[in-house]
């Protein structure tokens, strides 16, 4: 539970960013926006995305605006647990924002509620292997790749960041180039 909140705690610092610091642009949004789960940038900081992922960014951006989330947040939580719940959120709203699946929304919801924050590239390993919804793997293999490089298994996280960059979503590919660059961000570092 304490590296729950600490994870949380890193997530929400990464989505404050510092007034003194610019903000990223380009490849380095979309790969902060969907590794840790902040919201995309605005319009104006797209430059330099493929016209097909300009495109999704647009859908992607509308799709936020208009997520809801699907989690009940804990009746009298504790700071800890109201934490994690955010952080829960932020991972549903990014993939029901990545995808327009009906059943993206209840995928979605799963997937933030059981995650374990603590083993989350192991977590996504195991789930791989019998994914009901094979629509989500390149987003699954994006956050596995990036928690191992990260983590220090740079060729488990770059052979995985290939998966992600080759399934076929247009944002996804963008982030997974951006990390196979060698641009590492890792915020809980």
Not at 30 to 50: E, H, K, N
Not at 114 to 130: G, P
Not at 156 to 164: E, I, K, P, S, V
Request: glycine share 8%; proline share 8%.
């Amino acid at each position: 539970m304490v590296r729950e909140a600490l994870f949380a705690a890193q997530v929400l610092a990464a989505a404050s960013p510092d007034v003194h610091q610019q903000l990223p642009a380009g490849p380095a949004a979309i790969t902060r926006a969907l590794v840790s789960a902040v919201p995309i940038a605005a319009p104006d900081q797209m430059g330099g995305l493929p016209p097909d992922a300009l495109k999704r960014a647009d859908t992607y951006r509308e799709r936020e605006r208009q997520f809801i989330s699907g989690l009940t947040p804990p009746k009298g939580g504790s700071a800890e647990e109201l934490q994690l719940y955010e952080s829960r959120v932020r991972v549903e709203r990014v993939i029901v924002s990545l995808f327009d699946s009906k059943d993206a929304p209840k995928v979605a919801a799963g997937f933030a509620l059981d995650v374990d924050f603590d083993r989350e590239a192991a977590f996504i390993d195991e789930l791989l292997r019998n994914l009901p919804v094979p629509w989500l793997a390149p987003y699954l293999n994006l956050i596995a790749g990036h928690r191992k490089l990260c983590g220090g298994a740079t060729e488990d996280g770059r052979r995985q960041l290939g998966r992600a960059r080759d399934g076929g979503h247009p944002l996804i590919r963008v982030a997974a180039l951006h990390l196979l660059d060698g641009v590492a961000f890792c915020p809980e570092q």
